[in-house]
């Protein structure tokens, strides 16, 4: 069965440190990567994707992911944090036709 | 402003009784998404519809039912059969079967009484 992973439940990180928040995916077919952010109590939002192309994607607010076929991940980084980056982070895999499949979130708490 | 909306945010079910959630989107998608959350778990398929008067069951679909009436809307009904219903429910929706970005509602959390 396909799956994803997410290894780290939560992650605390001080404010304007680095961050990684880690995927890893069980097929190396062709998959299409998402990452979406969780505010509390309220649904999910596009973070930013990969479809194809340059493995190195970023979205709009420093965030950015890369894939990296052969280790199956698709790790999400960003240099410095702020406080409103507070939030739960969903990794999700989309194997089959309109088939998604999402990891089980990673909380990221930045504290001042 | 084009979006998904669900509604109501927080619903009460009582023992042995069916309760249904609304999900509408005048976003012109085709396809539409149920998804149950529960803490540490991430989300789950219930059931999809890629177009109108058509759906299909996803990965915990027992204990609920959908129409597909139109295509701005998806309900979703979580029926007494529903052991654990208590969840963050989220409904979704993508330009059309293949579209490979989904988008979100706010979602309802249903409680149980």
């Known amino acids: 069965a396909q799956s994803v992973t997410q290894l780290d439940s939560q992650v605390p990180v001080f404010e304007e440190a680095p961050v990684e928040l880690r995927c890893n995916y069980s097929?190396?077919?062709?998959?299409?990567l998402f990452w979406y952010v969780q505010y509390p109590n309220q649904g999910l939002q596009l973070l930013l994707k990969?479809?194809?192309?340059?493995?190195l994607v970023e979205s709009i607010n420093g965030f950015e992911a890369e894939f990296n076929k052969s280790q199956t991940s698709f790790h999400l980084r960003k240099p410095s944090v702020h406080i409103s980056d507070t939030a739960e982070y969903f990794c999700a895999v989309r194997y089959n036709f309109n088939k998604f499949y999402f990891g089980s979130g990673t909380k990221l708490n930045v504290k001042p | 402003d084009g979006g998904i909306t669900q509604s109501p945010k927080y619903l009460f079910r009582k023992e042995g009784q069916n309760v249904t959630l609304s999900c509408e989107q005048n976003l012109n998608h085709d396809a539409m998404y149920w998804y149950r959350q529960d803490p540490g778990q991430g989300l789950r398929l219930i059931y999809y519809?890629?177009?109108?008067?058509?759906?299909q069951k996803g990965d915990i679909a027992e204990g609920y039912s959908v129409s597909r009436e139109k295509k701005e809307s998806f309900p979703l009904t979580v029926t007494s059969a529903q052991k654990n219903p208590t969840a963050f429910y989220l409904c979704a929706s993508s330009i059309g079967p293949g579209e490979e970005t989904q988008y979100f509602g706010p979602g309802t959390r249903l409680l149980v009484l």
């Open positions: 990969y479809l194809s192309g340059s493995t």
């Open positions: 519809s890629q177009i109108v008067n058509d759906f």
């Open positions: 097929s190396s077919v062709s998959v299409y």
